[in-house]
């Protein structure tokens, strides 16, 4: 069992080429011995975005702090604390703080993404050799 406060997570800038003012925390994966899902603490400031980009595995959000936009395709929604977003396999997605607060939310993500070519595993993660 871990049990440890997420501020004693490695936090990272994120270097996703597309991505601006966003850094990630990899709350729980693999390396402690979750064996299907990882569950990662995303915070983007003010103006900041992750890529527009997609992948061939979902991602379950929960926006924990702020307010901002994803965007499906090229179609936006507002989001805000307490929302839930269910972004589908291949789906084009890109989040972006559109406030004044830094925006956090936790994403979950399988964890066999990390077995797939470099330019399709989850973004922001450590490669699966590391």
Same mark, same amino acid.
């Given at each position: 069992?871990? /049990?440890?406060? +997420? +501020?004693?997570? @490695? +936090?990272?800038?994120? @270097?996703? @080429?597309?991505?601006?003012?966003?850094?990630?925390? =990899?709350?729980?994966? %693999?390396?402690?011995?979750?064996?299907? !899902?990882?569950?990662?603490? !995303?915070?983007?400031?003010? &103006? &900041?975005?992750? %890529?527009?980009?997609?992948?061939?595995?979902?991602?379950? /959000?929960?926006?924990? #702090? &702020?307010?901002? /936009?994803?965007?499906?395709?090229?179609?936006?929604? +507002?989001?805000?604390?307490?929302?839930? =977003?269910?972004?589908?396999?291949?789906? /084009?997605?890109? !989040?972006?703080?559109? &406030?004044?607060?830094?925006?956090?939310?936790?994403?979950?993500?399988?964890?066999?993404?990390?077995?797939?070519?470099? #330019?399709?595993?989850?973004?922001? @993660?450590?490669?699966?050799?590391?």
């Amino acid at each position: 069992m871990k /049990v440890q406060p +997420s +501020s004693q997570v @490695e +936090s990272r800038a994120v @270097e996703m @080429e597309g991505s601006r003012g966003c850094t990630i925390r =990899i709350l729980v994966g %693999p390396t402690d011995g979750a064996p299907n !899902f990882a569950m990662r603490e !995303f915070e983007i400031q003010p &103006g &900041g975005y992750t %890529p527009h980009h997609h992948h061939p595995y979902e991602h379950e /959000v929960f926006v924990i #702090a &702020g307010e901002g /936009v994803v965007l499906e395709g090229n179609q936006e929604h +507002s989001l805000k604390t307490g929302d839930v =977003i269910f972004v589908k396999p291949d789906e /084009v997605h890109q !989040f972006r703080n559109t &406030g004044t607060q830094p925006m956090k939310f936790l994403c979950l993500v399988p964890n066999s993404a990390a077995t797939l070519p470099v #330019a399709q595993r989850p973004e922001c @993660e450590v490669p699966a050799s590391k």
